[in-house]
């Protein structure tokens, strides 16, 4: 019994400490924010009234704190489809930006193969 639970403990304590998994978005810079309207890699976008911004460590940010944020920020978001307000945007570090980018131009390998 003590080695069950210990290895439950074990298990549960290291998906704390992996990486964040990112649902389906895009990879962009954010150039600037000024609401309701948001300037990711050149494109301006208009944010939901509920927009969620969270930070590298995934804690969401106020308004204050995205103000903070370097110029070119590196952020994977993603948009409404009925609305195309863009609704949640996550903060991402260099390696994670690099990885995402991977994973656009894999995702995108994979529709042109299956046309």
């Known amino acids: 019994m003590r080695k069950l639970l210990f290895l439950l403990l074990v298990t549960v304590s290291s998906l704390s400490f992996a990486a964040r ?64 307000f863009v609704w949640r945007i996550w903060v991402v570090s260099a390696a994670e930006a690099k990885e995402l980018a991977q994973r656009e131009k894999d995702e995108a390998a994979m529709l042109r193969s299956s046309q």
């Not at 995934?58 to 590196?74: C, E, F, K, V």
């Open 21 to 84: 998994i990112l649902p389906s978005g895009k990879l962009a810079e954010l150039e600037a924010y000024q609401p309701p309207q948001i300037k990711l890699s050149g494109k301006v976008y208009y944010t939901a009234p509920a927009i969620q911004i969270r930070g590298l460590n995934n804690t969401l940010l106020m308004p204050g704190q995205i103000a903070q944020l370097p110029r070119d920020s590196a952020v994977w978001f993603q948009v409404e489809p009925n609305t195309g």
